[in-house]
DNA sequence: GGGAGGTCACTTTTT
DNA sequence: GTGACCTCCC
C-alpha cells in the first residue's frame, strides 16, 4: 500500500481540510447524500460520533454498539472532511479488530477512503513509524521483530554466558520479566533497583540492560520494544514527535481498559498538541520535559518515569502528571472507547487505571456513557449488572434493555467435571433438536485445560466442535523452521533464524560448532552466516560437519540469488525441499507428520497473497493469527478472555467453582484486584449471551490429575435470585431426577469393584471429609454418604471420586469391543481395544463426513477429515467407503 | 549427535 | 494426566 506519509514527511504543507461546518464542508457532505448514517443511532451514540473537539472517553457497555460508534465516528469525520484519512489515527489491540473495522468503515465511506494508514494496532503502527525513523534508535529500517520464541532463545544465551544456572533462573520467567518493564513503559535504566533484583541474585536489571544492546547489535526489536523505543524515539527527538502530532488530527482508541502504561505514554506524547508549529522545539515543551525528567529517576533525555507503575498511586503524583496536558496545550482530539467492567488483562500490564483516570489526563474530557444494551435479554442482563455491581473499583454504568425478560440464566450443579461435560453436550443436542444452530453456541471456560473434557464428550457424540484460541498457525515449529529459512535468505544477518534452522534437518552440526561460530562471531563481531562462511573455509573443523556447513552456505547462496527472479512463494518451495526440511518430515512416522506437511503447503500457499518476501514477513510477525475459515456449523469452545467482543444465542459457562473460577491463583497473587478481575471475567462471560445463559459448577474436578473437591462458585450467590433458576443436572444418572438411562446400565457385566486405588482414595479422602464437605447442597449435590457409592463404575476412572455411574461415553467404550479390563486407564486410553482401521483408510463420518485416518490408537482413530479438519473420533462412529 | 527416559509445572495471551 | 524440556547414555 502506498504510505501517504513517505509523500510528505512533514505533512503541515498538504491541502488544508475545510474549515468544520463552512461551507465546503457542507457541500460535501449534501455530495454524498447528507448525515444518513446518523439515522439508526441512539442519543447517546449520535453524541459520542459528533462530538468531535475535544477529549472524549465513550464508557461504552457490552453490547452497547462501542465498534458502531468508533466506524460511525470515522466515517463522519470524514464526510465532513474534517480530516483526510491519512490524518487520523485509530488503534486497536488485536488485528481482528482493527481488520474488522477497516471493513465497517469501508463499508460506510465507500470509495472514498483509499484506505486508512493509520488504523491499526498498537504495534503495527509502532513499527510503522519505528521503520522511518529507525537510526535515531540505533536500528536499522530494515530490524527483524523477534517473536517470544527469539527472545527466549536469545535470553538463553545471555544466562549462559553470565554463567547463570537456567535451572534455577530459567529464561522465560526473565523474558516476563522484561516483558512486564517493557509494558510499564521502563527503559533498563528505570528499572526500580528493588525490582531489578529480584532475578538471579540482583542481576535482572543488568540482564534486561544487556538483552537491549544485543537487540541493537542483531538489528532487532521485540513486541515491547515496538512501543517502548518510538516512545524513546518521540522523547529524544521532540521534531519527530512533532511531525506525528501535526499529522494526526483525530486519534481514536478502542478497549481503552486494557491499554498498558507504554501504550498510554505512546498515546499522550502524540495526543498533544505541537509544541510550534515549526520542526524546531519549543523551548516551552523542552523545559517541561527536562523539569520533569530531573523530577523522575531517569537522566534528561532518557524516558520519564511513567506516571503510575503501581496499580493505585498517589493521588498527588496523578495530578503531577496530568500537569503537561493540561499546562502545555488544550488536549487534542483523542476518542477513547472502552469498559472498565470488561478490564480482563490486567495480568499483562493493562491498567484500568487508563481509563478510570481519563479525565485526570486529558483535562475537560467529555464522558459519554453507552449504556442501552441491544444484546442481551432482560435476566441475562440484570444477572450480569447484578454481578459487577460488586464490585468497587468501578466508573459505574447501567445497562438496560428492551428486550423480552426472556429465559433465566441457569445454574447447574454436577457431581464432575465429567458429569458436566454430559450434561452441556445434552442440552446442546436438544438445542439442536429445536433448529438452534451449533454456530451460535458458546462454551466458555476459565481454564483451557477445561476444553478438554468437552472435546472428549464431543467426540464421543459426534458433535462438531471448534475450538477457538490454542496454538497458532504461525507459532508450530514447523512454519517457525520454515519462516527461518525466508528469514535468513531475507536477511543474513539474522542469527536467530539462521541458528534455529542450521541443523534442521539434522546435517550433523551439534553444539560444538554452534559453539565455533558463535566464538567466531563474536570475536570478529560478525554475523553468524559470516562466521560459518568464514570457518567451513579453515580446517577448523572435522570434513563431514565442514562439508555440511558449506552445503548449508552454498545454499543460501544460491536461493538468495534467485529471491529475486523468483516468486517467493516457488522460493519458498524450493527452499523447503533443496533443504532437505520436506524430506524430513515425510520420512518422520509420527502421527501428526502429515498434518505438518499440509501446514507447509498452506503456509506457501498464504505467501500468494503478499507482494514479496519482505512483505509477507513483516506480516506474519506481526499478525500471528489466521482467519481459519469456518463453514461447519460447529459448537465453539474457547476461554472467557478470547470471547471477549463475540456474542451467541446460547453460552455455556462451566467451571464456576471456587479456586478455578475465581481462579486460586489470581486471588492470591492480586488478592482484592485479581478477584474483581475475574468478577469482571465472569461479566464478560454473562453477557456474550443473548438468549440464554448457562452456569455450571462441578463439585469434583481433577486438577493436574489429582481429584479435588470444590465448593461453588462466590459469584453465583452474587446473582441477583430473581434472574436465575437453579436446574437439576441433565447428565446426572441417578440422584433425584433419574431420568433416562439406568445408573445401573453398566454394573452388572463388570460388577463393583473395591480394591481399586481411586475408590480407596475416595474412602481416605472420605474420612478425611474431602468429599463430603462439598457444599450448597441447594445445587443438587447427591452427596457421598449415596449408596451409589457401591457402583462406583470400575471401568474408566480408577481415579474416578465416587459418583453416578457411566454415561453414554463408556457404553461406547463397550461397543468397541476388545479385551475391557478393570484398569480404568486401559479404557480411556484404549490400548487395550484394537481397531480394525488402519492409517490410510478412507472413511465417513455422520457429522464430519468423509476423511483419511491418519493414526489409530486403541479404538480411537485420527482422522483428517475433508472438511471438518482433524479430529479424534471412537471408531465405532465412522465406518469404511 | 540422537534417541530414550526422567523431571517439572500447570490461568488467562496479543503483539 | 500430560506435555515440554532437559540430561544421560549409546
Redesign the pocket.
Known sequence: MADPAKRDPLEAAAAPAPAPGGIAARAALAARGGESYLDDLNPEQKEAVETLDGPVLVLAGAGTGKTRVLTTRIAHILATARARPAEILSVT????AAREMKQRVGGMVGQAVEGMPWLG?F??IGVKILRRHAELVGLKTDFTILD?DDQIRLLKQLLAAEGIDE?RWPARVLAGLIDHWKNRGLTPEQVPAGEGAVFANGRGKKLYAAFQERLKVLNAAD?GDLLLECIRLFRENPEVLAQYQRRFKYILVDEYQDTNVAQYLWLRLIAQRPAVNTAVTSPRLRGEVDARSASGEGAPGLIETPPHPDPLPASGEREREALPMATLSPPKNICCVGDDDQSIYG??GAEVDNILRFDHDFPGAKVIRLERNYRSTGHILAAASHLIAHNEGRLGKTLRTEDVPGEKVTVTGSWDSEEEARSVGEEIEELQRNGHLLDEIAILVR???QMREFEDRFVTLGLPYRVI?GPRFYERAEIRDALAYLRVIHSPTDDLAFERIV?VP?R??????IQLLHDHARKRRIPLTEAARAIAATDELKPK?RNSLRMVIDNFDRWRARKDSLPHNELAEIVLDESGYTEMWQNDKSADAAGRLENLKELVRSMEEFENLAGFLEHIS????TDKAEGVDAVNVM?L??AKGLEFDTVFLPGWEEGLFP?Q??LD?QGRA?LEEERRLGHVGLTRARRRAKIYFATNRRT??LWQTNIPSRFLDELPEGNVEVTESKGAFGGAGNHGASRFDNMTAFGSNYSTPGWQRAQANKSRGGFSETGAPRYGDKGVGDDSLDHVDPIYDE?APPGPPAGSSRRSAKRAGGPLTIEG?LVAKSTGATSDFSAGDRVFHQKFGNGNVIAVDGNKLTIAFDRAGEKRVVDSFVERV
Open positions: 489491540f488485536t488485528n481482528k494496532t504495534h503495527a517470544t535451572k513486541f495480568w499483562r481454564a483451557s485445560f484460541g541443523n539434522k550433523g552440526l551439534g553444539d560444538a560448532t560437519p506481526l499478525v500471528m493469527d476461554t478472555h478470547a481462579h491463583r489470581a497473587e485479581g493436574h490429575g481415579d486407564e
